[in-house]
């Protein structure tokens, strides 16, 4: 499956990753934590489960209220953030 | 997959923080998290939609409690107490005219400078004219209406004397000295030096002249000057020099000036405190430098002899926090290294101030999101165009606005014309009316000032190259 965009992070990378409710990440392998606010851990899920921009936005749109352009610029701005911190 | 019946829930940008586990917060104490949509109770976004964004707001309130304060610091310590406005820090008419109101003289350091305190209405008699130039024709002017002329070298004492000769009249002059305090980085390019001698060397010749008469002493010893006990060591030098420069020529000092340099309430960058913590107050300064000279004058005042005029040039400390700049974002990305950076509509073109402050960045309404190293770069093409190299903030969109402050002092002054306009300068009155004290530049601001050849006006003669 190709991915719309390629700055996306690799996914195996990202499942390895715990996640709280909360938005507590734990990161096993480097022992690094983080903190993510509701919509990050909504879109971390939505990337780990290897879907394209326009799925994403579309699955964002049923939840949240969001221009398609809004969400396509700040999907990819949040890829490329978690490919910086887990890769 | 759509559910109609569904209430969507607000989107908010998604954000991502490590935790920094030991580090020390290297940002010091976090003062971001609060805003502030207000200046002395108007609202600000209106005025951004009036004005347009960036826009800067004084405070006339601030400004005049502020000179006030600093009056009563130092009058409640010392008989004779005169403060100088020093033009350079922040020369809108505008803001010399309220110091002026306020009991402030003019503290010029050049033509245009002067010029522009004359054309306020301040006469040459209120006048401190000080630096390293002064061009023939306005040191004549000085000399002629009466100005507190300020010598920085020896070729300005010959000057000088032609001039007053010219004028068939005696002029009194203060000279400029430099030292070491102990405590600053002596500005030994300015003025004549202490210890050398050759400032008794400048006092002399002044004495020898006919047309001369030394009656002040001035230093300026630097700036954003955070140790008290540089300005006691400059107090105490300079009455010891009043002391020593009666005995030897004939004169009689009448006052002693001692520059500017309080630090305003403005994070130097390199300091990781807090101004509240580190920047001493009016009151604090005021105890250094008159304890200093009441001390050094002991003998002169048991011997009845009148003691000097105190003189001060406080620039920064003045009108610093009486002005901030509010600009909006205009962008945002992120960067390689994963900080995140946003672009706004100014930048070091009108906040020059921001090469040596680490300003405070307060947005105009609370945003949400987890505060995050973020980056702040002006609209400039130029990579040094940079309003804050890390601050925490929350993540920002396009149009937010944010407050930066203070920018009251050295930034409508050295503010550059570089491929942008300036923007107005709003002021919100002690009656709470705003007022505009300088218009946004147009084309013409610049392009009145040129002249284009008349072949190389449009249409050109033999029409466009292929
Ligand atoms: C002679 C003189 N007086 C006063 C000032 C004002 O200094 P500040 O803004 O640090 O108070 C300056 C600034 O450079 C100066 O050169």
Redesign the pocket.
């Known amino acids: 499956m190709t991915r719309q965009t390629l700055d996306f992070p690799n996914v195996e990378s990202l499942k390895r990753l715990a996640l709280s409710e909360s938005g507590f990440i734990f990161d096993p392998v480097t022992g690094n934590s983080f903190t993510v606010n509701h919509t990050g851990l909504a879109l971390l899920q939505l990337i780990r489960q290897t879907l394209d921009v326009g799925q994403i936005t579309k699955r964002l749109q049923a939840e949240f209220v969001i221009d398609a352009s809004v969400a396509e610029r700040d999907v990819s701005e949040f890829a490329g953030l978690l490919k910086v911190n887990f890769q | 997959m759509n559910a109609p019946e569904k209430i969507l829930k607000p989107w908010t940008k998604p954000s991502l923080s490590p935790h920094r586990v030991g580090v020390m917060n290297k940002f010091g104490a976090v003062r971001q998290h609060h805003h502030q949509d207000e200046v002395d109770g108007v609202a600000i976004e209106p005025l951004l939609e009036q004005y347009g964004s960036p826009l800067f707001i004084l405070s006339e309130k601030t400004l005049r409690e502020n000179a006030r304060r600093l009056r009563r610091a130092f009058a409640t310590r010392w008989p004779k107490v005169r403060h100088g406005w ?1 033009y ?2 922040n020369y809108l008419n505008a803001v010399c005219s309220i110091l002026h109101q306020e009991g402030s003289w003019a ?1 010029v ?1 050049s033509d245009f400078e002067y010029h522009k305190a004359r054309a306020l209405g301040v006469p040459g008699s209120r006048i401190i004219f ?1 630096g390293p130039w002064k061009p023939s024709a306005i040191l004549e002017q000085a000399a002629r209406e009466g100005a507190q002329i300020h010598l920085d070298h020896l070729d300005e004492i010959y000057a000088l004397e032609q001039v007053a000769k010219g004028l068939n009249k005696k002029v009194a002059v203060g000279i400029r000295l430099n030292f070491d305090t102990g405590y600053t980085e002596s500005w030994s390019r300015f003025g004549f030096n202490l210890e050398s001698g050759a400032a008794m060397d400048a006092a002399q010749r002044i004495a020898s002249s006919e047309w001369l008469n030394l009656t002040g002493l001035h230093s ?1 010893i630097g ?2 000057i955070l140790d008290v006990r540089a300005y006691a060591a400059q107090a105490r030098i300079m009455a010891e020099f009043m002391e020593k420069v009666e005995a030897e020529t004939a004169c009689q000092i009448e006052y002693l000036d001692v ?4 630090a305003s309430r403005n994070a130097l960058q390199g300091v990781y405190l807090p101004p509240d913590q580190l920047v001493p107050s009016f009151d604090q300064y005021a105890e250094a430098i008159t304890g200093a000279l009441l001390e050094a004058t002991r003998a002169r005042s048991a011997a009845g002899q009148p003691l000097p005029t105190l003189i001060l ?6 009108v610093d926090d009486a002005e901030i700049l509010v600009t909006r974002v205009v962008g945002g990305k992120r960067l390689p290294d994963g900080r995140r950076a946003a672009i706004l509509d100014a930048g070091v073109n009108l906040l020059f101030t921001a090469f040596w402050y680490n300003h405070e960045v307060k947005p105009l309404r609370p945003l949400d999101g987890i505060p995050e190293e973020t980056v702040l770069y002006g609209p400039l093409c130029m990579n040094i165009d940079i309003v804050r190299s890390s601050v925490m903030l929350p993540p920002l969109n396009v149009g937010d606005a944010l407050m930066v402050r203070p920018a009251g ?2 930034n409508n002054t050295q503010w550059m014309q570089f491929i942008q306009y300036r923007p107005a300068v709003v002021m919100v009155t002690q009656a709470g009316k705003v007022e505009v004290v300088r218009a946004a530049e147009r084309l013409s601001a610049i392009n009145d000032f040129e002249r284009l050849p008349e072949s190389l006006r449009v249409p050109f003669p033999q029409g466009l190259p292929e």
């Not at chain 2, 520059?259 to 309080?262: A, D, L, V």
């Not at chain 2, 040039?313 to 003045?318: F, H, Q, V």
């Open positions: 020093s350079k820090t503290e350091v000080n300026h700036t954003f520059g500017g340099g309080f040039e406080t620039g920064r400390a003045m002092a050295y």
